[in-house]
């Protein structure tokens, strides 16, 4: 459905061209300072329009908060928002509505309600991210001030144009030699992810942090947009200063709703945390992965999937709905590739995932501190006391 | 928490060494035929000690069905069964009790709870998931039945020794050429997907499909147990014959569930679906993926990455959980590789969330079945007649 | 929180004197006629200042849809929806905010939060109703358009001005003589049951549809108002058409969930479903209610108990949130008896509870139909199928 | 469905006469001291056998916890129990078992599932609440042992015997004269309310705490039973020591939690929170009830009305399943009253309903005092600290 968490809980609504699209924050802790700015500096990083490598719409996405908060304050009490649908154009698809675009939820849209929105990608349309951004946004501004918790998303490749981040690459052979010395996290690279900015983020439209990748990644956009076509790419994300002890066994393991989180996200197909499938290769001796569902204080980093943006501005060969074959005229404005827009919206669902699993982890450990000390347990079962 | 799922649901309980493992699954469908050794087999395939490639341990793992069944068909009420602990053996662990597991939930549960299981994982143990395999063996007994829904899973690779299933290898270099042949799914493992069976799966210990592979990957378990290490791997798991229109916009998308589900068994760090982050690197051109979030009929399939085991034989340098340096002798009945039991694991995960989504899909649909036909609006927007 | 539903899901947002009052309703089914009166005339009816028996405040109330319906129709998208708050006010309130109200959330919001909103009554004011009213309204729209469902609610009591609906009033004795005849609902009172309409209802500001008692009913809250006092009172509601099968065992039973929901509406202190506490009286020989949880078809009828409301325009004593004593003086605009208003609120809460409980059995059924015609089982444990 | 409960959750299972019934708990917090004695206590208060007033079915229920607490501490993991159907009498119902009871869930449960249990009540059995009430003895065990909280129910009724409450009788006209002197709690009930204990409620076998009132209940109740019919009554239930700012706006507030969970429970119709229905009658200068869907920290009392058991020990007119008339001969082992063995369900529900409250407020509050302090807001927005 349309709603997100448990605790910290974000339900969206809006299509591409309805009146609006918003969002209703639920559970947001009340005595939060919190200023529309704090959320629309994240809508704008979203926005299309911010350089030649996306979509020249402009919208302005203002953000208009409708309750929850009262003298820049919040109040506990749902926060309500929305922002205008400026730029309604619905004529721009309904010339060649008769065919279902490739790889678009629009075929899948009628099989599941027999009907859909007249124009644009319905839900799955990038605009209903708006929503979990301005969510994001506000459960971002608490874990910075409480935790210093800081989020930080960049894109780690376009196509096959990779952020150098292991110190070798990707061993050729299908190798089962054990003396192959395993790859290992580049110095740099671990420098990056416990350093990076947002600033440094956005020094580049491509988002990519490493100047000399991101001029390539540039011309690999550049590339797919002058031939009508498009690119996928990656984002990592790193989360800077969780608190210990997040995550809920069984199933709501802290990277089980990050995955849920990030694969949520339209266009995404792949997630890993840490190591990922690189890690599948390194044997237990030389790999202790720390991270086991529940956060232990250290860094969490993870990495996203995209592919490459399906409706593309080249003439295709499909069939109309009733099964007609024909071509389907190149038409639109898209993005040749969503990861530099993407990587705000990858920031949202992180800080959403990280919030909710505060307030659920508070909910516990304030129960148990309650309680009187536990006195008649082996020393190896109860946690060391800090005097210890 | 422990329960997953909105209409059909599991709720798990149970650690190592405690009295019993089981689960209540409420909202199976009433009228299944069900009997125990429906449930019998998957927990089986799951049991450890079944080859020399795994822990020695002999469970028995028989399951006891306890509610909601009479006379061989479910009531609709919800199943309550368990599975007794049978070998106990706290002693094992005991010894070395002083010293957190690298890589284990040990120092984490601690950080979470203030108190762990006295040996053992805790609810991070292995066994903790014989009650979603029982759970995902019910649902898939439906979904087999109703639809002819069949999910196979695989072991695709252990440690660098893969399943070849591209044409070409990984390309080694960072191209931004677009002349570059773009990789493809090779004939023979999209065969494999349309055709795997589980008596292929289980023809040998590794439940890899592909004989010389399987061969290879067995030598790389044993060198991994007789250095007393532990390897990784990945597991491909196939559904097919998915009913289309299954998967929730916008935070419940099919794969999203699916990342959640996958990402909630123990060890796993990864996730792909379809092409995954292969997908990212072909331009949009050449790679229409038609999923997108709702299921479209075509087969699913995806790829989960597996550590390898934390725990294992060899001793480590480490430190007690008040800080005290020392080291960590080797201990326990571990399996060297996790991925071939992982297999009925992910299909049960696999098998949890396509049900709930049938029965939430059930539940729009037939309510939009009910109204009467929309006649005003313009046929793009409304799902062809099956007479158009 | 501020969601209700499983599969139906209302979440609604706003305070008093924010810029809007609103709700996203999520899983309506698509294909369903709406138009913005569907919901207005609903609103309408909630809204304040319609007679001298209610506050002068004469908000507009009007309803802006916001997405999930093009051209009239339902797209099984949510819904997002607002009412701007035209008639703010603060000043009102706030000459005397140094006492909390008595009997009004003031203090307790301070205890739950740590801070309120600056005037009004925060989440707990009347205008929070108008999410759960549009929400209410949807769903009304399609059980009556599908099932021909009829909910219609009225005003039972002002005070101790009750509507007849029993032969003999309550036996005035504590009785424990067998021979004591029952009490009985009378004929009269059945009849209204089977066949009140909201025109019926709404021909009487009272909203109460016998004239006498109506009549007797207005000269009360008349006389509450004159006097600046208040009065309670209690609405009856009766759903008519309910399909059968509806609620869920255990804890969601109808009942359970119908007496959730009115409970949740504001100055609601009582709930009784059929013969309620009075049925507590009658032996099981004389009184076998077939209504178990579970719907049977048969007409629901239940009562709601509403206290008379806090907020008063007499001076009275009490203490300032820093427990100085003082004298609250009279203040604000506030209905005098609100069970007229309530009327549709009621009827929208029972709205969205059966229709939330449609979906989930519509799910359960459309999942049992599709699987083999049991033949195995005693016939006492099978539904006859209707040739039998 | 089978699970109550946002972050203290019980899931349940069982039949009448399967293997087992039982719960799973999850949510518990870590460290609380817990022995099967705690659980057993209450489940033993629930067994019917414990008097002539009840069925004289001598089950044991005894209960065996399996999983979340060692050594006789919780470990915060999901408490698994269960307790063994060991009286399987199916026989005594099979031979009219193709008539359906009056008033019992046979019909409705085959108009839900198509299918029932083979004999008894099903999911609807009075011995499904043996999972409650065990999960309820948990929920209370922290209350008490952290908050100091009390959870007392005793029988206030029994068909027309009523514990007095009031100092004048419910006013016999249906007066709107405003002089008359209205009704109040008398102070012996308000000093029963502040002081009863479960001791004292034990002393009668009627769990009615007025001896001369629990004598004419005896009598009521032996009448029934020998006349082979059955009769209904009333609950009272007071929480004591709540802390304050329990209760979620809008939809979950504290009472209608209460009226949900009190409304789960079999036989159940009506419920009413503090003075209930008779506060409508009572003019707001008059009675300022201070509780508003969050606690203050008052006692909370409420009352629930119980119908008369259904399935009575005298032939019935009545129809078979496929509409053949006949009648239902007499049959079975039935309460002639149920409202004794209610009182520890009761006392079990309340208990999740506050329990599970008190984690989500720990949620917030937590959450909340993390925050800077708020400086800039009007003094009556914010709660004064201690010191002010």
Chains 1, 2, 3, 4 share one sequence.
């Not at 529309?36 to 302005?60: A, C, F, I, M, Y």
């Not at 209903?128 to 608490?142: C, L, M, N, P, Q």
């Not at 069984?250 to 949520?264: G, I, P, R, T, Y």
Request: glycine share 8%; net charge neutral; charged share 20%.
């Amino acid at each position: 459905m349309s709603t997100f968490g448990t605790l910290f809980r974000v339900t969206t609504y809006g299509e591409s061209h309805c009146a609006s699209v918003g969002a209703i924050i639920d559970g947001c802790p009340p005595g939060l300072p919190l200023q529309p700015q704090d959320v629309q500096v994240q809508l704008s990083r979203r926005r299309p329009g911010q350089s030649n490598l996306t979509t020249p719409r402009d919208e302005k996405d203002l953000v208009q908060l409708q309750s929850g908060i009262e003298h820049g304050i919040t109040l506990g009490t749902p926060i309500g928002l929305l922002v205008k649908n400026e730029d309604q154009r619905p004529r721009d698809y309904s010339e060649t509505d008769l065919y279902p675009r490739p790889s678009h939820a629009d075929w899948t849209y009628l099989e599941k309600y027999g009907i859909k929105a007249s124009s644009g990608g319905g839900r799955s349309s990038a605009r209903e991210t708006i929503g979990r951004v301005a969510a994001g946004a506000i459960a971002e501004k608490y874990l910075k001030l409480v935790y210093g918790v800081e989020i930080v998303a960049f894109v780690s490749s376009v196509g096959k144009i990779k952020l150098p981040s292991y110190v070798s690459p990707p061993s050729q052979v299908e190798a089962d030699d054990d003396e192959v010395v395993e790859d290992a996290l580049s110095p740099e690279f671990v420098n990056l992810l416990k350093t990076i900015t947002r600033e440094q983020v956005d020094a580049h439209p491509t988002r990519c942090p490493h100047p000399e990748t991101a001029e390539r990644m540039t011309k690999r956009i550049i590339r797919a947009k002058e031939s009508l076509d498009s690119i996928g790419g990656t984002v990592t994300c790193v989360i800077r200063g969780v608190p210990s002890g997040l995550g809920e066994p069984v199933f709501d393991k802290l990277e089980a709703k990050l995955a849920h989180a990030m694969l949520s996200i339209p266009a995404t197909k792949a997630f890993e945390v840490g190591s990922g499938f690189r890690g599948t290769e390194v044997p237990g001796s030389k790999h202790n992965d720390a991270f086991g569902g529940i956060s232990n204080g250290e860094d969490i980093y993870f990495r996203i999937g995209f592919k490459s943006p399906a409706t593309i501005s080249q003439a295709q060969e499909t069939a109309q709905y009733d099964g007609t074959a024909g071509t389907l005229a190149a038409r639109g404005r898209h993005d040749p590739c969503v990861v530099p827009r993407a990587v705000p919206i990858v920031e949202a669902m992180a800080s959403l995932v990280i919030m909710d699993h505060v307030l659920i982890q508070n909910a516990r450990k304030t129960a148990a501190s309650h309680l009187p000390p536990i006195t008649t347990l082996p020393p190896t079962m109860v946690k060391p006391t800090a005097s210890a």
